[in-house]
């Protein structure tokens, strides 16, 4: 877990079968990464060996299950946004990508569970060796130098293209760029000496 945060809870309520009551887990939680509309693409959790497997059931969408937060204080890493920060307390699996999943004992029954979404285009960091990673996947086909990985992050967030996610513990994004829209920010840096060439590709 992270030392430099203070865990919060994250209560997954798992439904019942038909005249059976909801099962309920309450783990740790360190880091947490969500969109707007509370899609989660990371979390970071401990708790007993049973929960972490129920944990991994609700979120790989095998069970019907409600997610809430207390005490996580989710805002979004971007401190320039405008109007509401916050992100209401509460998430929902990306049931379409999925996630990686590494998990490690603690001790003591207790395991240690990172959740990270295989969704295209995310971020576990804002730096510019993060954006520089993701721009040279094989899906972009744009040709980039590595010092430019800065100003281009800063022209795609001006764009909506770099979106911040709500956070706690960390400071994640998700681009949502085509190659066409690099190939046109590129260009333009390139034309107005933004994007200058000051080292082999």
Known sequence: MNDEVEPGTLTVTVKGKKGEPPTVYRLWVDRIAAARDGQLYLLSVAGAQGEIKGLRAALGGGVAADFGLDNVHVACSDPNTDGERRLA???????VHKYDVVAAPLGFGVTHAVFTS??????????????WRELKRPEFTTPL???WAGPVAAE???LGLLTPLYCHGCAC???SAQTGDLDKIVEEGVRRGTLPFRESA
């Open 118 to 131: 295989r969704a295209p285009g995310f971020l576990r960091s804002l730096s510019d060796e993060a954006v």
């Open 156 to 158: 795609l967030r001006r």
């Open 145 to 147: 130098l590595r010092s």
């Open 173 to 175: 994004a998700v681009i």
């Open 89 to 95: 307390q509460r998430v929902r699996p990306d049931e």
